[in-house]
């Protein structure tokens, strides 16, 4: 494992597993810049985001991209609009706060992308899954689900998925279950694979939240 520091303000910390130029990979941290974007590449292995302290966002955005897998482990916060971008081969993992209220979190992923603990909450202004599958699954126990506040909405590219669910894998005998509006409004892009079955786990009130018609 390395540290490297990005000396630019706010600063971003690092640690990169399995991404030293010793073992095939490459990091490349940018300069934050008044009117330019931090960029941190790993063609190979897994980019692990960490530190002593919150980290940001650099006013001309953030891109993060991994030949592996991505994991976010201290929360990321920023005020402007930029965006921050998550670009993974492999799988995201989202073990902390991600708060850009007027930003845009950008996310494109391998097989799966999945918020594991109760503190992997998202604040932002607009959210794009790009590619992959972004998963919220809190196995039962709705007070586990991360929080996903998205004041502009949550956009779905062809192809990507968006599941927030209690539990369930699908199944008529184990459904997908529903608890809350975004949970409902992700039915819509479930995987292409197959067929699947939801159910509601609570009633769901989106008067006022700009539903949109699910797709069958």
């Known amino acids: 494992t390395s540290d490297f520091v990005d000396s630019g303000d706010p600063a971003l910390?690092?640690?990169?597993?399995?991404?030293?130029a010793d073992a095939g990979g490459?990091?490349?941290?940018?300069?934050?810049?008044?009117?330019?974007?931090t960029t941190i590449t790993a063609t190979t292995g897994d980019v692990v985001?960490?530190?002593?302290?919150?980290l940001g966002v650099g006013s001309g955005g953030?891109?993060?991209?991994?030949?592996?897998?991505?994991?976010i482990n201290e929360a990321i916060t920023w005020t402007s609009n930029a965006?921050?971008?998550l670009?993974?081969?492999?799988?995201?993992?989202?073990?902390?706060?991600?708060?850009?209220?007027n930003g845009t979190l950008d996310i494109t992923s391998g097989p799966t992308t999945t918020e594991t603990t109760t503190n992997g909450d998202i604040a932002v202004n607009r959210m794009r899954?790009?590619?992959?599958s972004f998963i919220q699954n809190s196995n039962g126990d709705l007070a586990s689900l991360p929080d996903l506040n998205v004041a502009n909405g949550i956009e779905v590219s062809d192809g990507a998925v968006f599941l927030r669910i209690l539990g369930g894998n699908g199944s008529a005998e184990n459904p997908f279950i529903v608890g809350d509006f975004l949970g409902l409004q992700g039915v819509g892009s479930k995987p292409s694979e197959g067929s699947y079955t939801f159910v509601l786990g609570n009633d769901i009130d989106g008067d006022g939240q700009g539903f949109a018609p699910i797709a069958s």
């Not at 985001?49 to 919150?54: E, K, Q, R």
């Not at 492999?90 to 991600?98: F, L, S, Y």
């Not at 899954?129 to 992959?132: E, H, K, N, T, Y």
């Open 87 to 101: 670009v993974a081969t492999d799988d995201i993992t989202i073990n902390a706060q991600i708060m850009g209220t």
């Open 83 to 85: 965006t921050l971008a």
């Open 129 to 132: 899954v790009l590619g992959g």
């Open 13 to 20: 910390v690092s640690a990169v597993e399995d991404a030293q």
């Open 26 to 37: 490459n990091y490349a941290p940018g300069t934050v810049q008044t009117d330019g974007m």
């Open 62 to 71: 953030t891109s993060v991209t991994a030949g592996d897998d991505i994991s």
């Open 49 to 54: 985001l960490s530190g002593t302290s919150t």
